[in-house]
């Protein structure tokens, strides 16, 4: 079935960085892209950016630009979303999610199960 | 970038309700909304894509209207398991592709 599984947990100080993994199986890697949507504790969701699996190209939003990094790996059908200069406010549970539509933009369809990333010191 | 409001934030209702949210752009997104479903604890569920389109799998009390700037999600018969939060998203132009504030479903 088409899954997404994404990395463990990750407790990190400020100023470090993280690296969250979300590994694809059950399609076609390439054909789809994906997205990144972070919610802090008790919040709302934040849509984080977005990365081609066919050319890893990538479009984020403007408030993180700067501090994060989206890839893929086609080798291992592996997408990653780097953030760094952590501040305590970044706490939050990643998601990476899958697009519908190969095409266009109809929103996300498949979502991994969440990577808790605490800042703190 | 695209603000999205989302009305009522909290909602209390009995089993077998009919439910309306509604979601407002700060401007036109011709019909590019889709609708998810949040349990605590879990990932977002898409439910509703292209503002009408149910997704595959979901049940059809749920349906989407609108478009432009105001869109709707009706729930036509609430069960238990819809107890949840939904937010609207836009993917009409980003970045970013903003998501609504959310509105709680909660039993009255």
């Known amino acids: 079935q088409v899954q997404l599984v994404q990395s463990g947990v990750e407790v990190k100080k400020p100023g470090a960085s993280v690296k969250v993994s979300c590994k694809a199986s059950?399609?076609?890697?390439?054909?789809?892209?994906i997205s990144w949507v972070r919610q802090a504790p008790g919040q709302g969701l934040e849509w984080m950016g977005w990365?081609?699996?066919?050319?890893?190209?990538?479009n984020y939003a403007q408030r993180l630009q700067g501090r994060v990094t989206m890839t893929t790996d086609t080798s291992t059908s592996t997408a990653y979303m780097e953030l760094r200069s952590l501040r305590s406010d970044d706490t939050a549970v990643y998601y990476c999610?899958?697009?519908?539509?190969?095409?266009?933009?109809?929103?996300?369809?498949?979502w991994g199960q969440g990577t808790t990333v605490i800042v703190s010191s | 970038d695209i603000q999205l409001t989302q009305s009522p934030s909290f909602l209390s209702a009995s089993v077998g309700d009919r439910v309306t949210i509604t979601c407002r752009a700060s401007?036109?997104?011709?019909?590019?909304l889709a609708w998810y479903q949040q349990k605590p604890g879990k990932a977002p569920k898409l439910l509703i894509y292209?503002?009408?389109t149910l997704q595959s799998g979901v049940p059809s009390r749920f349906s989407g209207s609108g478009s432009g700037a105001e869109f709707t999600l009706t729930i036509s018969s609430l069960q238990p398991e819809d107890f949840a939060t939904y937010y609207c998203?836009?993917?009409?132009?980003?970045?970013?592709?903003?998501f609504g504030p959310g509105t709680k479903v909660h039993i009255k």
């Open positions: 999610a899958r697009d519908l539509s190969k095409e266009y933009f109809y929103g996300m369809d498949v």
């Open positions: 059950g399609y076609s890697f390439t054909s789809y892209g």
């Open positions: 990365i081609s699996g066919y050319n890893g190209n990538t």
């Open positions: 401007q036109g997104i011709r019909n590019y």
């Open positions: 292209a503002a009408s």
């Open positions: 998203q836009q993917l009409n132009s980003y970045p970013p592709f903003t």
